[in-house]
T-cell receptor
């Protein structure tokens, strides 16, 4: 069964550094998403992406964050200058499209900012 | 705006016992509802979804959920728990926005299964 893959599984970075989290969505999916889960808290929506542009973003997704689909397969989340509070599990997801189509999630990247 | 409340951060059952995980939602428009499961060190896996067809929805691994509009609930059940069911379960609601949907998750319920 096709799946969403994320790399790396764990990223450690120093405060102020830039990080790029990578995702390969399911190949025939059209909509892409990033969510995050701070330890012990709920899974929170960051951003949705369709047709090479952001469809919706949450308050969390400020100017420090950006997303890109640099080629036909990858979908990336960049954090320009990481802060301690960016430490979380980041999940990429994709869906076929249509409001009721389920999101398929990757296994996540655990980001630790020191 | 939509929201989800999951009652109980932890639920403990014995192997073979009934599993009941509670979820209540709030939505100003007819919602789509989902249950996801997260095993340790893994991503979120879809268990089942409600999309305005049958109110009783069957999912993978013997789980099912019933949509009750009058109670704004979408509780997850399984008749007989198995050790392998131990995981964290998330209820989520979405509202369609054009072709995509933005999921709002509950805080999750950790299911513990004892022998």
């Amino acid at each position: 069964e096709p799946e969403v893959t994320q790399t790396p599984s764990h990223q450690v970075t120093q405060m102020g550094q830039e990080v790029i989290l990578r995702c390969v969505p399911i190949s025939n999916h059209l909509y892409f998403y990033w969510y995050r889960q701070i330890l012990g808290q709920k899974v929170e929506f960051l951003v949705s992406f369709y047709n090479n542009e952001i469809s919706e973003k949450s308050e969390i997704f400020d100017d420090q964050f950006s997303v890109e689909r640099p080629d036909g397969s990858n979908f990336t989340l960049k954090i320009r200058s990481t802060k301690l509070e960016d430490s979380a599990m980041y999940f990429c997801a994709s869906s076929e499209g249509g409001g009721n189509s389920p999101l398929h999630f990757g296994n996540g990247t655990r980001l630790t900012v020191t | 705006a939509q929201s989800v409340t999951q009652l109980g951060s932890h639920v403990s059952v014995s192997e073979g016992a009934l599993v009941l995980l509670r979820c209540n939602y709030s939505s100003s428009v007819p919602p789509y509802l989902f249950w996801y499961v997260q095993y340790p060190n893994q991503g979120l896996q879809l268990l089942l979804k409600y999309t305005s067809a049958a109110t009783l929805v069957k999912g993978i691994n013997g789980f099912e959920a019933e949509f009750k509009k009058s109670e704004t609930s979408f509780h997850l059940t399984k008749p007989s728990a198995h050790m392998s069911d131990a995981a964290e379960y998330f209820c989520a609601v979405s509202v369609a926005r054009g072709g995509y949907s933005t999921l709002t998750f509950g805080k999750g319920t950790m299911l513990l299964v004892s022998p």
